[in-house]
């Protein structure tokens, strides 16, 4: 039973710091490879933070009702690293009881929450449609909590998406601060780019308001979609090229590139779409 939401600020603070697990029981919900698109995207331009790990220890924080989406990580993990441990983090201790029965070598099942009860610092954390069910309140501290666990070179990843992956938003931090916002999507399934607003992350999904810089970057992008719709004879593959090529010609700080777009992906650099104060 999912419980009411506690402030996470109030329990990371002053007396109510104790061994009980930082967070709350969230609704669980998930489907087999939801993940995939990042998943494929921490296999891809991310997969040399594992390589370089000293210890290849991996969170997935919060894996749900069934441990389906860690078992698909693990998977996919070990392609880039064989020796990759990959630990499953959830609260609500039920959920824990079940998936150890999938456990193996590399792959285990703890209770915890926000406070990573592993030992040593993992390189990669993953939380899926964990933080959107928190107050927008309470997400810098979750992030700085998390981050002053991250290794050397360790990559916290907070993302959002719908039931079944087709929409796919995720921001990455280093143990310092946001570095990117990535938007993916399966061509076919919106008929403007901006459509993936509905599955920002907690911390840029009330923020697509005018004035905004999520906002501008929403707009630029449904901009250079429509100017591109000449190209959809070509198919959407092409026509998404061209609008990342549009709006990295207008300024905006793109990453990875065209082997990205192809899939249907989109970074840009956070300070591009960070908050206003």
Known sequence: MVQKAERVDAQMSGRNRTRKPVGNITRGTTNPNRMRRVDRWLTGPQAWRLRKAE??????????????????????????????????????????????????????????????????????????????????????????????????????????????GRRVTWIALDSERPLSLSLSVRFGSFELPSETAERLPKALIHRNVPGERIHSLMAAMDRAWLESAPLASFGNRQRWHAMCTALLDGGWPVHDGPSRWRLGELTVGWDSVAPSV
């Open 55 to 164: 210890d290849p220890l991996v969170v997935d924080l919060g894996y749900g009702a069934t441990p389906a989406t860690a078992v698909e990580l693990f998977e996919r993990l070990r392609m880039v690293r064989p020796d990759v441990r990959v630990c499953g983090i959830e609260i609500e201790p039920e959920r824990v009881r079940v998936a150890r029965e999938l456990e193996e070598p590399g792959l285990s099942f703890q209770v915890g929450g926000f406070e990573l009860p592993v030992p040593g610092r993992p390189v990669l954390v993953r939380a899926f449609n964990v933080l959107r069910q928190y107050e927008e309140a309470d997400v810098e501290g979750i992030w700085r909590l998390v981050q002053g666990r991250l290794s050397p070179g360790g990559l916290f990843i907070d993302g959002t998406c719908d039931e079944i």
